[in-house]
């Protein structure tokens, strides 16, 4: 299983701007890997493996798609974020490139005996609907590793995306939504607060800002995808890191504090969220969140 506790990393001064291509290496060198749980206990459930044609929407840099290719399931990628695709072509190796269109990188004909997870990929730049690939066999598994439920309206561009990658799939495919769970069971929900609370002065702008996870809210993006539910689950995520100065870079990694930065400015947000973390400090300096995450298991009609 892929360690979920991140090591210290060096870093420029915290109050430098921050471009995305370095955002993009702190959520694959930080974040994205507390999320790697979730993929397992998934993965494990639907017995992912040779026969899986996996479409993985939002793949970012790529974690998922690399455990599933390991397992030996062909996987495609795509994101709209161009240095965490990059960032998951240089983990799933020259096989897996970003492109708009064309075949599977499979490289030795596909021949069953190519088993590295690089002759497994594809990654694809843009929409859901650019993963079409004339010739290629249709997806039976689609996923969306993106947890919604930490902020008002997160789900909004998931059911388009999905209206676009259902076509792409074979009847009766299996769709994988997650989330966050309970705020009372996810102790980063007082972290993700402090976006919502300095982006306040923007909001009029731009709506959105952290909100409780519903219950309901898989089943409703379901509802609107025209999936049929057919179970779920909840996956312990604990948020782990070596330092408070490692927690803060991989949280603003995930974009949720973008709006509180225009709000207040990087500095502001940085040191806000590092108070956020003190409660989690450990004494050996380790920054520990224990998280649930919920996944709903659907079927295309």
């Known amino acids: 299983m892929t360690p979920t506790l991140v090591r210290h990393h060096t870093y420029a001064a915290s109050s430098a701007p921050v471009d995305p291509g370095t955002r993009a290496r702190d959520w694959a060198a930080i974040q994205e890997r507390v999320l790697a749980p979730l993929h397992e206990a998934v993965f494990d459930r639907l017995e992912v493996g040779a026969g899986t044609r996996m479409l993985s929407l939002g793949c970012g840099s790529g974690l998922a798609l690399l455990a599933a290719a390991s397992r030996g399931a062909r996987v495609t990628g795509v994101d709209t974020d161009r240095e965490r695709l990059a960032l998951a072509r240089e983990r799933l190796g020259s096989a897996g490139r970003a492109e708009d269109s064309g075949t599977w990188a499979e490289g030795s004909g596909g021949r069953a005996r190519d088993t590295e997870p690089a002759r497994r990929a594809r990654l694809v730049e843009g929409p859901p609907s650019a993963a079409a690939t004339t010739g290629a066999p249709p997806y039976n598994l689609l996923t969306a590793f993106h947890p919604i439920g930490c902020a008002a309206g997160d789900s909004e561009g998931l059911a388009p995306a999905l209206a ?10 299996t769709v994988v939504l997650t989330g966050w769970g309970p705020p009372e069971r996810c102790a980063t929900a007082p972290v993700l607060r402090v976006a919502a609370r300095l982006a306040e002065p923007a909001r009029p702008a731009r709506p959105g800002g952290w909100r409780p996870a519903l219950r309901d809210d898989l089943e409703e993006v379901a509802a609107r995808a025209g999936l049929k539910p057919d179970g779920s689950g909840r996956v312990s995520c604990p948020f782990a890191y070596a330092d408070v100065d490692s927690a803060v870079r991989g949280l603003l990694s995930t974009g ?32 520990w969140m224990p998280n649930v995450f919920r996944y709903l298991v659907c079927v295309t009609r």
């Not at 676009?164 to 495919?173: I, K, M, S």
């Open 256 to 287: 949720l504090f973008d709006a509180a930065e225009r709000a207040t400015g990087r500095s502001r947000v940085e040191k806000e969220v590092a108070e956020a973390l003190l409660p989690h400090r450990r004494p050996d300096g380790t920054v």
């Open 164 to 173: 676009e990658a259902v076509p792409l799939a074979v009847r009766g495919a």
